[in-house]
Each structure stands twice: as structure tokens, then as C-alpha cells.
């Protein structure tokens, strides 16, 4: 792996690496490796004073081998077909990673929606899904996007509306698209997902004394000083589940415009709205402002959770990285040779095909959700809340106690739809996280994690193509 290699080219070498330690034929790893189908197409856009521009657009399906493709939708001034393709991949390697049943996908436009209108941004949105839906590159059945970076629940909305015009009666026509606002057929849990997975992916890794004890840690997450970068929908929610669940202390955080950082730490909420307020996140409060946003991954912590972009931790600033547990928010966040330079130096680097997979794994309940038609949980609230207080009540009986009415509201109160989901998701992680340690611990041949993730993805997406005959 050079520095030279591309995102995509580098996802490649990842599963090379992996694959390797397998006897998979070369047929069977090509078609694990490229990307199915990839769509480029541009339109115009108009501008307030009447001006025309042409913006380039992608959706690629990584994977056919299991039905609907699913994938984030970004907006971004840079993004390039190489990079769809890469995440494309990545997905299907996530989904197959957390036991969720979909092919890899990913689409972009490539625009900074901060120098759009809101108006401009909704017809863009649209426009977007008509391509895509003339060419059956969207369905719940077919390929399902999501939102990711310089998206959210607002362009979710636009085209789940735009689809389900086009397809006026299609019962599941709403499940097309998921991270949709609530009203909209959205899942509660699905906005913080991908930073409550971080958090579960963080609280496993550091469940494990003997593995904390080779990075000079305590076990356990709280007390951990952590460094998040970005502070969008991955950062903002990992940063706050991991404070106020895992009790860790968020002592930096860095941004486009600069970096703040406060040994005692800092709360992401208070920080997220001085930012609203002044336009940046640079002089908050008891805090040190570091302009060099950067600098910031360098600072001495226990775990740094990239959380905004590709290439962030490269051959330049790898070997200053101080943090001994990286959790890759971010997809790519970390080149090949930074990551040769962090192994070297002993770093645990919990990668994004597990890390950040939280995302995918709620956008499936959502799914779930919509083609079921039906909340979770709202069949069963009641009956589980009539359960508990006759349990409660037995106990009465037999200890001759009263419980108070306290008691037993916040003890018979029934599973709802947030409860199901984060339970689904914390089972997600932790199951997946022991798998990919067993392999990484129980083979010699595997050096870390990422490698340790790959191999499990590559194993899942094998047997699926030979279970459909395509492959011995
Ligand atoms: P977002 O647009 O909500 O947030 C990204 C944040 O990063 C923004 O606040 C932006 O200002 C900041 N940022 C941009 N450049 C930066 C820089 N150079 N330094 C510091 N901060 C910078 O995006 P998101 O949805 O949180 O996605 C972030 C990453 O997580 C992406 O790599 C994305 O592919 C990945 N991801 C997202 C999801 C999801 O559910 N949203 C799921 C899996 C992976």
C-alpha cells in the first residue's frame, strides 16, 4: 500500500489482506470486491440570479448479493466516484459485519450544501431521486439510501415524499429511503445510532482488562479521556452518550474552523450551541482554543474517535497520535501507512466496518418498521407492563412489603420503541465486537482488528454467494 493508493484502491488492499488467510477461489474474491453496478449522472441546478449549473451525482451498489442495497446519500464539495465506490464497499462489508441483510451501497452529489438555498436544496434532493428512481436505482426492495455526511432526516423526507409520488398505492413505498424524521416513518434511536454504536464499540473494547492492560488502560469506559473530531451527527452523539453513559471525560473537540480542549471536560451539548450561536466553535468557555484543527488528534487521550471525514490520520501525523484506542466514526478516517505506524506503536484501532455501524443497523429496524407498518413495541407495551406489576405484586405477597407508586411506575413501565431499539443495538455491537476479537485473538495469522473485520465480512458474503449457487 502506497500513499499513492485510492480510497477504493485501499478498501481493496484491506480485503486482499483478509483474504489471504482464506481459500476462497480468485473468482469469487473479485466478485466480493467490486462494486455491481455505478451510476454517474449530472443536472442542472439554478441559481437565485438565473445562472445554471451542472452538479455531478453517483449511486453505486457495491453488492447484489442479498436485496435491497443500502447506503448513505452525501453531499460534499470533493466527493469523486472513487470515493463512492469505496463506501459502497464498506458497506457491504458493515452490513455483513452486523448481521444486517443488505448488499453495500452509497450515493452522493457533489455540492457544499452551505452554498445552497433551502429551496435550491429541496429541488436538488428531488431532482436526485427521480434520477435514481428512473433507472430502479431506489425501492424498498431494491436499494435504500440513508443520510450521511451533509445529509440528514430534512433530505430523508424530500425523498421518501418524491418517491412515494411516483408511486402513488405501493404499500412500502415509504420504506424506500431510511433516517427519516418520525412523522415521516422514521425509528426512534436512528438520528443518535451511529455515536450509541461508537459508545457500545468503545464500552466492549474497554470491558477487556487484559487487552486495556496491554494499552497501559483501567478497564472500563469511565474515566477515558476522549478527543472527537467532527462534531455533526456521529461526533455530536458519540460524544454525548459516551459522557453521560459511559461516564467518560470529552477533553477535546475539533472542528472545521479550530479545536477547543479542557482537561475537565467539555460538554458537546453546551459546545454545539455556542457554536450555533457564534458561528464557531473557538472560544467556548473554560476551554483552550487550538486554531490548527488538526493538532487536535494529537493530543494525549485515551481514545480519539474521528467522527467527520476520510484521510484525517495519515503518514504526516500518525506517529504523534497520542490516543491508545482510536474508534473510527468516520469511514477512512485512517490512511493504510498511519494505520502501519499505530499498530507499530501498539494503538487499538477499532475499525469503521464495525465502529460506526450502529447507522446501518437502526436504518434496518426502520425498515423493519415500515414494511411491517407498525411501531415497535405497540402491541406489547401494555401486556409487558401488566407482566412486570403482577411480578411486582407477587412479591408484595410473599414479602408481606408495599412498594410505593413510584416503584412501581418506573418498574412496570413496558418496552417502547426507543427501549427496542437501543436494545437491538447494543446486542448488535457487543456480539459483533467478541466475534471480531475471537477472530483476532484466536488466529496468530490475524494482526488486528480491521484485518479481523474484513475476514468476517469476507466469510459471510462468500457463504451467501455460495448458499445462492453462484460459487462452490
Ligand atoms: P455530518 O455532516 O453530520 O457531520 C460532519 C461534521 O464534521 C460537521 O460538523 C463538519 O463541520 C465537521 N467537519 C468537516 N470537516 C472537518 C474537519 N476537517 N475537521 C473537523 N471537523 C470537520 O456527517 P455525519 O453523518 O456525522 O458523518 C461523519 C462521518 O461518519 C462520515 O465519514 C460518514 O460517512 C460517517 N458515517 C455516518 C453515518 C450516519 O449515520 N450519519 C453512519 C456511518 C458512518
Redesign the pocket.
Known amino acids: 500500500m502506497t500513499a499513492h493508493t485510492s480510497f477504493f484502491e485501499n478498501v481493496i488492499n484491506y480485503v486482499d489482506r483478509a483474504a489471504a488467510l482464506t481459500n476462497h477461489p480468485k473468482g469469487l474474491l473479485d466478485q466480493i470486491k467490486h462494486c455491481n453496478s455505478v451510476y454517474h449522472f449530472e443536472f442542472p441546478v439554478r441559481h437565485p440570479d438565473g445562472s445554471i449549473e451542472v452538479v455531478k451525482a453517483w449511486r453505486v451498489e457495491h453488492s447484489h448479493h442479498k436485496l435491497p442495497t443500502k447506503g ?1 446519500i ?1 453531499y460534499a464539495p470533493e466527493v469523486n466516484e472513487d470515493e463512492v465506490k469505496a ?1 459502497a464497499a464498506l458497506m457491504t462489508y458493515k452490513c455483513a459485519i452486523v448481521d444486517v441483510p443488505f448488499g453495500g451501497a452509497k450515493g452522493a452529489i457533489q455540492i457544499d450544501p452551505r452554498n445552497y438555498t433551502l429551496d435550491q436544496l429541496e429541488r436538488i434532493t428531488r431532482r436526485y431521486t427521480h434520477e435514481l428512481a428512473k433507472k430502479n436505482f431506489i425501492g424498498p426492495g431494491v436499494d435504500v439510501p ?5 445529509t ?1 432526516e430534512r433530505e430523508m423526507a424530500w425523498i421518501a415524499d418524491t418517491y412515494m409520488a411516483m408511486n402513488p398505492g405501493h404499500l412500502d413505498a415509504i420504506g424506500c429511503v431510511t433516517g427519516k424524521p418520525l412523522s415521516q416513518g422514521g425509528i426512534r434511536g436512528r438520528k443518535e ?2 455515536g450509541r454504536g461508537c459508545f457500545y464499540a468503545l464500552r466492549e473494547a474497554c470491558a477487556h482488562a487484559e487487552d486495556m492492560k496491554a494499552l497501559g488502560l483501567s478497564p472500563g469506559i469511565a474515566g477515558k479521556r476522549i478527543v472527537v ?7 455530536y452523539h458519540a460524544a454525548k452518550i459516551c459522557r453521560e453513559e459511559g461516564h467518560a471525560i470529552i477533553i477535546a473537540i ?3 474552523e479550530g479545536a477547543i480542549t479542557n482537561p475537565n471536560g467539555l460538554n458537546e451539548t453546551d459546545v454545539f450551541q455556542h457554536r450555533k450561536e457564534t458561528g464557531s466553535i473557538l472560544n467556548f468557555p473554560g476551554a483552550t482554543n487550538i486554531e490548527n ?1 488538526l493538532d487536535a488528534l494529537e493530543l494525549d487521550c485515551d481514545a480519539l474517535i474521528p ?4 484521510n484525517q490520520i495519515t503518514a504526516d501525523n500518525a506517529a504523534r497520535i497520542q490516543a491508545k484506542i482510536i474508534v473510527e ?3 477512512g478516517p485512517t490512511t493504510p501507512e498511519a494505520e502501519e505506524i499505530l499498530l507499530k506503536k501498539g494503538v487499538l484501532i477499532i475499525p469503521d466496518i464495525y465502529a ?1 455501524a450502529g ?1 446501518v443497523t437502526v436504518s434496518y429496524f426502520e425498515w423493519l418498521k415500515n414494511l411491517s407498518h407498525v411501531r415497535v413495541g405497540r402491541l406489547g407495551k401494555r401486556a409487558e407492563e401488566a407482566n412486570e406489576r403482577r411480578i411486582l405484586q407477587a412479591v408484595e405477597l410473599l414479602t408481606g412489603q408495599k412498594f410505593t407508586d413510584d416503584i412501581f411506575t418506573k418498574v412496570a413501565k413496558g418496552s417502547d420503541e426507543q427501549d427496542f431499539v437501543n436494545s437491538g443495538l447494543e446486542d448488535t455491537m457487543v456480539v459483533a465486537y467478541q466475534r471480531l476479537r475471537e477472530i483476532w485473538k484466536g488466529d496468530s495469522r490475524v494482526p488486528d482488528l480491521r484485518t479481523a473485520a474484513f475476514l468476517d465480512a469476507i466469510e459471510k458474503v462468500a457463504r451467501a454467494y455460495a448458499e445462492l449457487g453462484i460459487f462452490p
Open positions: 448513505g452525501r463506501l440513508a443520510p450521511d455526511y451533509g440528514g445510532a451511529t473530531q467532527g462534531l455533526g451527527n456521529v461526533g475539533a472542528e472545521r484543527s467522527a467527520a471525514l476520510e466514526g468516520a469511514n460506526n447507522g
